[in-house]
């Protein structure tokens, strides 16, 4: 073999030639990004996007070779806004975001969910059937990341015990206590109030009913200090005892109870609420194939186990999938028939019920 | 001296490029703004070119003109508040050594450069009751316990003085520092008091600059959406507030723009009254 390619002479020549092009390639990075791939991926901000840098995003990189870039991203529907915008603009401020149920419904109206194939994330069949998001012809629009509640949190230096009802919201001993999300959208306190005091949220179907919620709602008011929108401002002063009770995020209150503050978080026996949020892909996207690849590998049983673990969030795969034990199920989700918040609403009258509420926390 | 009129394409340059500037980040995001305003909102989604006045309809209510009412008298107090402090500061600062002075104004310029989060964040730890000054107010034996100062109109208007104020002073510092020493000596001399001097003379002579103050510090406090978000009550919501909700949360541009339309309009005619009032007391005096 040897005396053959001595035979045969590379010439100088063409190893200078060789060198050259091989130069010629590595200063080409356009040759290189082919296969250096990356997805930029969109997920809640703070200890949420903190969380998944840690614990999940790099083992998908070591499995894939594909680079994430984690975006934060602001909570309700302020994101979706910009994705709308940018959409329109042909760009993606992430190729891949993480988005609750309204927001995916409004993204569904303006088609700005890429469909998704399901032949190519197999994974995907280890889903509970409710977190395949779908557009009303069929296609898939998003597939469920994660789940979460939004219990009822108190201070532990404050309230000794733990409360056990909504209800306590209500009550007058709690004058000037309470945190409270401020939007109609994502707060669900409407379906809350049906749920503890009308028998359900059936009783919301009506307009009639809708408005008896609002009314009970209103005798919340003297109790609410504070009617946030930003997490942050809420999640600082739970810490403090500055105020002591109100509703917010089962995991990151978990988190945080595990970091050493006196927080607890509570499913009150009518239930938490139940929300959930879909990994969905911007139709200006080009990243379809690492969308894919990425979604495939978070609908897997054992990711979605650490998810549970490290982050705390409830699984959006069916329960014996999952080799999570009874206890650690428990610690993020719980036995208690949850709150499922009525989606259709704020499809179908959200602008009356955002007036309504505005003018019933406003007024 | 005389100006020469300007000839060559150079010539015009320096008045193009500001004028290029405004047109692209202000005429054309306004008139944009303006259109969006008439068009349909689709509920569940996003909008529809058109033309319709269903979002300035929405607008005129009882309720959206209680929250136009309050934050138009928000920025008010916020203006009156920070010329009234504001104005004597200054005056005393003119007075000072150039070094003290020079000093004062870096550290009021250093000031601007914190964020409305940060004031915002900042005065909510000062005003609050586990870790704000009333523990302070305990510990002189000023007070029996802790209490939190938020939320509520006085907190608010707390935060955005302290955040306008620093403007306030840089726009009055100018024209203190030019006043003629002279009118005040003399006063002094004539025999009116230092006080009388400054309500009767320096006061009336630089009429026009604090009434163009004014009218800055409420058009900038008019704006303010944060602080009042994090300081007040649902009741204290600017209409900025209101104008956010809709545009970033419930995604409704078309209602969102109408109200912002709406804001701008108000306080342009504000504006425009105030200067008309000023104006006739001009032609009177």
Not at chain 1, 117 to 144: C, E, S, T
Not at chain 2, 88 to 105: D, E, G, K, N, S
Not at chain 2, 221 to 249: C, E, F, K, M, N
């Amino acid at each position: 073999m040897t005396k053959d390619i001595r035979k045969t002479g590379v010439s100088r020549r063409t190893i200078v030639a060789a060198g050259l092009a091989g130069a010629g390639v590595l200063a080409m990075p356009t040759v290189l990004r082919a296969q250096d791939r990356s997805l930029k991926v969109g997920v809640y901000g703070g200890y949420f996007k903190d969380s998944f840098d840690k614990h999940i995003f790099p083992e998908f990189t070591k499995v894939s070779g594909i680079a994430v870039e984690s975006i934060a991203e602001p909570t309700g529907e302020a994101w979706l806004v910009q994705l709308e915008q940018a959409a329109k603009a042909g760009r993606a401020p992430a190729d891949i975001s993480m988005m609750s149920q309204v927001a995916m419904l409004k993204g569904q109206s303006t088609n700005l969910w890429a469909p998704l194939d399901l032949a190519r994330i197999p994974n995907a069949g280890n889903l509970v059937d409710a977190f395949i998001n779908k557009y009303p012809d069929g296609r898939v629009a998003g597939i469920g990341a994660v789940a979460w509640y939004i219990t009822l949190v108190s201070n532990t230096d404050s309230f000794a015990e733990a409360p056990e009802s909504w209800a306590v919201l209500w009550d007058p001993a709690n004058k000037d206590k309470l945190g409270l999300l401020a939007l109609v959208s994502n707060s669900f306190l409407l379906e809350v109030t049906a749920k503890t005091f009308m028998g359900g949220t059936a009783a919301l179907d009506t307009e009639e009913g809708l408005l008896k919620a609002l009314e009970k709602l209103a005798e919340v008011k003297p109790n609410v200090r504070l009617w946030y929108r930003d997490e942050a401002q809420f999640e600082q002063a739970l810490k403090s005892g500055e105020i002591p009770m109100g509703q917010y995020y089962h995991d990151v209150t978990g988190l945080a109870a595990a970091d050493g503050h006196p927080v607890r978080s509570t499913f009150p026996k009518e239930g938490g609420i139940l929300d959930s949020g879909c990994w969905a892909l911007s139709r200006a996207s080009a990243k379809t194939d690492e969308a894919h690849i990425f979604i495939d590998y978070m609908s897997q049983p054992a990711i979605q186990g650490t998810m549970s673990r490290k982050v705390g969030t409830a699984p959006t795969v069916k329960r014996d999938l999952l080799d999570l034990t009874s206890e650690e199920f428990a610690g993020v989700s719980s036995e208690i028939d949850p709150i499922i918040p009525r989606y259709d609403l704020y499809q179908t009258k959200s602008d009356w019920l955002n007036q309504k509420w505005t003018e019933l926390i406003v007024g | 001296m005389r100006r020469e009129p300007a000839r060559s394409l150079s010539d015009h340059l320096p008045v193009i490029f500001p004028a290029l500037m405004l047109l692209v980040f202000f005429v054309i995001p306004f008139s944009i703004m303006i259109a969006v305003s008439f068009f349909q909102r689709e509920q569940g989604g996003f909008y529809t070119t058109d033309f319709v006045f269903s979002n300035y309809e929405r607008f005129l209510s009882a309720f959206f003109g209680g929250v136009l009412g309050f934050s138009l008298l928000l920025a008010a107090s916020v203006a009156a508040c920070c010329v009234a402090l504001a104005f004597p500061f200054t005056y005393f600062l003119t007075c000072r050594t150039r070094r003290v002075q020079i000093a004062w104004l870096v550290g009021l310029l250093s000031v601007l450069s914190l964020s409305e989060v940060i004031i915002g964040f900042a005065w909510s730890t000062l005003f609050s009751r586990t870790a704000g000054i009333s523990n302070l107010f305990v510990a002189l034996g000023l007070m029996d316990q802790p209490t939190a100062l938020l939320p509520g109109f006085g907190a608010v208007l707390t935060g955005m003085v302290y955040q306008a104020l620093p403007y306030t002073i840089l726009v009055l510092y100018p024209a203190l520092v030019r006043l003629e020493p002279t009118l005040l000596e003399a006063s002094r001399t004539l025999g009116a008091s230092p006080l009388r001097g400054f309500f009767n003379i320096v006061i009336p002579a630089l009429r026009n600059t604090i009434v163009a103050t004014l009218i800055m510090v409420f058009v900038f406090a008019l704006g303010s959406y944060l602080l009042p978000q994090i300081l007040g009550r649902p009741q204290h919501w600017t209409l900025s507030v209101l104008i956010t909700d809709q545009a970033i949360y419930q995604s409704n541009m078309p209602f969102a723009a109408a109200m912002a339309v709406f804001l701008v309009l108000i306080s342009l005619a504000l504006v425009g009254l105030t200067l008309l009032v000023g104006g006739r007391k001009d032609l009177t005096a």
